[in-house]
């Protein structure tokens, strides 16, 4: 007989507004001491310095992860010309200094450039691998950290507005594996200038928004008065570009069990109208339940991945 879990079996997502100077993994920590959850993940990292949407999966949600890995992120920033730093942000070793203070018309001709597929480099201080290391381990510890560039894609790129002649605030949407920092780095590059992140606020990860952030305080605030549960958000947020269907009792059963269902040929082809082409994930929903996601072959649904929710997504 398995080990019983420590804590509570809730399931859900939080849409967390990650304060300044706190790390994803201590964020996750936190939420998950406030429900007293057997589980928790986040989707996502977002670096101490960063505040903003950090999106945390308790229990069950844990299975639809991998589903917000791939999903778009939004970003506001503040580029401060004049200095460059070693890891592109406010902390970093001063690498260079300059008196170059582009103009927002500079800057606007120059931000085409950078929207669409582009190739980018991410900054050594990343957390991507080299050799098994994660690159900001090594240059932390001195190393020299060379990475290839990767490909990337910005939808959108835009100024938002300039206080001053040392500062800019800009806007950007971006795919996955996208970095700011980067950004800015090659931003500056171009502008023949110095300059480094400022300030960084992440504004949305797929379908979770500031809209939806609440603030660490607040979340232990309702933990003390024992009514977090009313920051949950079910299970299925993570999943809005993946169509659902509705099955019986029966058929619900069957999937729990991990054996697949035969579909009609009507929900077939309702199915393949809602699908993103090259996709064939499906969420099964009993009584409004998620039950399963699923893989939609030769006219049947097999499950993949299975949950153990009621009604109160718990």
Known sequence: MGRRRKGEAVSGWICLDKPYDLGSTQAVSRVRRIFNAQKAGHAGTLDPLATGVLPIALGEATKTVSFMMDADKAYRFTIEWGRSTASFDREGETTATSE??????????????????????PPAFSAVKVDGERAYDLARAGETVELKARPAVIHDLRILGAPDADHVELSMACGKGTYVRAVVRDLAAALGACGHVSA????????FGEDQAIELELLEDLGHKARHLEALLPVETALDDIPALAVTAEDAFRLKQ?????LVPRQVEALKARLTPGTRTVSAMADG???????????KLEPSRVFHL?????
């Open 100 to 121: 170059v203070r582009p103009t927002l018309a500079e800057v606007e001709a120059a931000l085409p450039a950078f929207i669409g597929e582009i190739e980018q480099v």
């Open 200 to 207: 960084l606020r992440r504004t949305r990860v797929g379908p």
């Open 258 to 262: 991990g054996r697949p269902i035969v």
């Open 289 to 299: 339940v998620m039950v399963a996601l699923c893989e939609m072959r030769a006219g």
């Open 310 to 314: 009621d009604k109160s997504g718990d």
